[in-house]
Nanobody, 123 residues
């Protein structure tokens, strides 16, 4: 059974930092993509970043502030979030299993999802 477990969310002041983690179990994702999405109240789920063995892509809205990384086995991925803004407030979801050469920014291309972790940025 595949599980994705996120951690690291919380409340932070604007300008602060948080590091989210996503631990995968049940299978490896070395041949597919893992990603981060977020969803704010009343808004659609939004792509944040995605990673395969060959590289990383990041949404323009967070580029330069957020960085996605992984451990060697790609069983855990991280999202380092710096210079946080109130508009970054959302539930952040880890996703996995998007096939190579699909659109990594499309949520429906991912087969597995975590339960989400709340990030709240106060002004």
């Amino acid at each position: 059974q595949v599980q994705l477990v996120e951690s690291g969310g919380g409340l932070v002041q604007a300008g602060g930092s948080l590091r989210l983690s996503c631990a995968a179990s049940g299978r490896t994702f070395s041949n597919s993509a893992m990603g981060w999405f977020r969803q704010a109240p009343g808004k659609e789920r939004e792509f944040v970043a995605a990673m395969t063995w060959s590289g990383t892509i990041t949404s323009e809205s967070v580029k330069g502030r957020f960085t996605m990384s992984r451990n060697n086995a790609m069983s855990t991925v991280y999202l380092q979030m710096n210079s946080l803004k109130p508009e970054d407030t959302a539930v952040y979801y880890c996703a996995a299993g998007a096939q190579i050469y699909t659109s990594y920014a499309t949520s429906s291309n991912y087969a597995y999802w975590g339960q989400g972790t709340q990030v709240t940025v106060s002004s």
